[in-house]
């Protein structure tokens, strides 16, 4: 099949890249050919702002796709761009959305992909949900909707607190036994998903007539606590580790915007039920454990000491935060020794 990534470029898109083309697909990529990672090997380039539509109108004339995935739009309007731009020149258009849309605080501790999709929280998700709605909104384009959970990969350290632009940072904090903070009492559920995972029941996704007018979630089974998550990345990191528990509501009151992803996602338990990918990619599974994966992400950064950039902004505000809290525990243990 002839299929086009809008992006291609990311964490995820990436690994799709590379299972699509073992898969056998003619693959193409349309972006602004900026991006500081590689394209995978044999995939073939497009470039264009996919924000300007006359751009991404030159860049696609006299092309017709078998399927459309758009890993890069995060609002309704680029949606419906979109659909303006592949009406008629796409069998299938995947949005890649969000697991962080389903219901916050959930109503039931398993999700299905018939958990309401409301997010009051977190702004990111609340886009997510309005892309959502505009596919829905319409039949002219056949449509799937992915959701990933929280996926990780070799560029990626997937922790609750941590920095996205320069992840090693929480990997640095951990080695020179710095503060590392984790939300909560630690003992919330959470399922992460290594990136080669989810784009084996991805690509069985392309051009699936059964996922036309669907929406999917792809996850591991596998699911720990936070406090697991951390004390394996630490044993990945070969660190004696020193963690700060710290209630979620303070992360609120420090700074709303920059915790919003927390306090809207990742402060609640999030376990999946994968039965309807299973049941038009039959025989999936996530098989990479989270202790072999995080040892691979660890490596991957070790690797390469220009990886290694560490987020000041973020320490200092962990610093700051962390401090407060370890106070309040010595304080308290004081109180206890006085009674």
Same mark, same amino acid.
């Given at each position: 099949?002839?299929?086009?990534?809008?992006?291609?470029?990311?964490?995820?898109?990436?690994?799709?890249?590379?299972?699509?083309?073992?898969?056998?697909?003619? @693959?193409?990529?349309?972006?602004?050919?900026r991006?500081a990672?590689?394209?995978?090997?044999?995939?073939?380039s @497009?470039?264009?702002?996919?924000?300007?539509?006359?751009?991404t109108?030159?860049a696609?004339?006299?092309?017709?796709?078998?399927?459309?995935?758009?890993?890069?739009?995060f609002?309704?309007?680029?949606?419906?761009q979109?659909?303006?731009? $592949?009406?008629g020149?796409?069998?299938?258009?995947?949005?890649?959305?969000?697991?962080?849309?389903?219901q916050?605080?959930?109503?039931?501790?398993?999700? %299905?992909?018939?958990?309401?999709?409301?997010?009051?929280?977190?702004?990111?998700?609340?886009?997510?949900i309005?892309?959502?709605a505009v @596919?829905?909104?319409?039949?002219?384009?056949?449509?799937? +909707?992915?959701?990933?959970?929280?996926?990780?990969?070799?560029?990626?350290?997937?922790?609750?607190?941590g920095?996205?632009? #320069?992840?090693?940072?929480?990997?640095?904090?951990?080695?020179? #036994?710095?503060?590392? +903070?984790?939300p909560?009492?630690?003992?919330?559920?959470?399922?992460l998903?290594?990136? %080669?995972?989810?784009?084996?029941a $991805?690509?069985?996704?392309?051009?699936?007539?059964?996922?036309?007018?669907?929406?999917?979630? +792809?996850?591991?089974?596998e699911?720990?606590?936070?406090?697991?998550?951390?004390?394996?990345?630490?044993?990945?990191?070969?660190?004696?580790?020193?963690?700060?528990?710290?209630?979620?509501?303070? $992360?609120?009151?420090a700074?709303?915007?920059a915790w919003?992803?927390?306090?809207?996602?990742?402060?609640?338990?999030?376990?999946?039920?994968?039965?309807?990918?299973?049941?038009?990619?039959?025989?999936?599974?996530?098989?990479?454990?989270?202790?072999?994966?995080?040892?691979? %992400?660890v490596?991957?950064?070790?690797?390469?000491?220009?990886?290694?950039?560490?987020?000041?902004?973020?320490?200092?505000?962990?610093?700051? @935060?962390?401090?407060?809290?370890?106070?309040?525990?010595?304080?308290?243990?004081?109180?206890?020794?006085?009674?």
């Amino acid at each position: 099949m002839r299929i086009l990534f809008i992006g291609g470029t990311g964490l995820i898109s990436s690994a799709c890249s590379v299972a699509a083309l073992e898969a056998g697909h003619e @693959l193409w990529l349309l972006n602004r050919g900026r991006s500081a990672l590689p394209c995978a090997p044999g995939a073939r380039s @497009l470039h264009a702002d996919v924000r300007d539509e006359a751009r991404t109108r030159e860049a696609l004339a006299g092309r017709d796709w078998d399927a459309v995935v758009q890993w890069v739009a995060f609002q309704p309007g680029q949606v419906s761009q979109d659909l303006r731009v $592949f009406d008629g020149h796409t069998g299938q258009y995947i949005f890649v959305s969000s697991a962080s849309v389903y219901q916050k605080p959930p109503a039931s501790w398993l999700i %299905t992909e018939a958990t309401p999709t409301v997010n009051p929280f977190w702004r990111y998700s609340q886009e997510k949900i309005a892309c959502e709605a505009v @596919l829905k909104s319409q039949s002219a384009v056949p449509w799937t +909707i992915v959701r990933p959970s929280h996926t990780y990969g070799p560029s990626q350290v997937p922790v609750a607190v941590g920095s996205w632009d #320069k992840p090693f940072t929480v990997i640095d904090r951990m080695r020179r #036994k710095a503060p590392v +903070i984790v939300p909560g009492d630690g003992t919330s559920l959470w399922t992460l998903t290594h990136s %080669t995972d989810f784009a084996r029941a $991805f690509t069985g996704l392309l051009g699936c007539k059964q996922a036309l007018g669907e929406a999917f979630h +792809i996850t591991s089974d596998e699911v720990l606590t936070w406090d697991q998550i951390y004390q394996e990345v630490a044993a990945a990191a070969q660190a004696q580790a020193r963690f700060v528990h710290v209630p979620t509501d303070a $992360f609120e009151v420090a700074d709303a915007q920059a915790w919003a992803g927390l306090w809207g996602d990742k402060s609640h338990s999030a376990v999946f039920d994968n039965s309807k990918i299973r049941s038009v990619v039959p025989g999936w599974k996530a098989t990479i454990p989270f202790a072999e994966g995080v040892r691979q %992400t660890v490596a991957w950064f070790d690797a390469d000491p220009s990886r290694q950039g560490t987020d000041e902004v973020a320490n200092r505000r962990w610093d700051a @935060l962390a401090a407060i809290y370890e106070a309040a525990l010595e304080r308290s243990h004081a109180l206890g020794a006085e009674r």
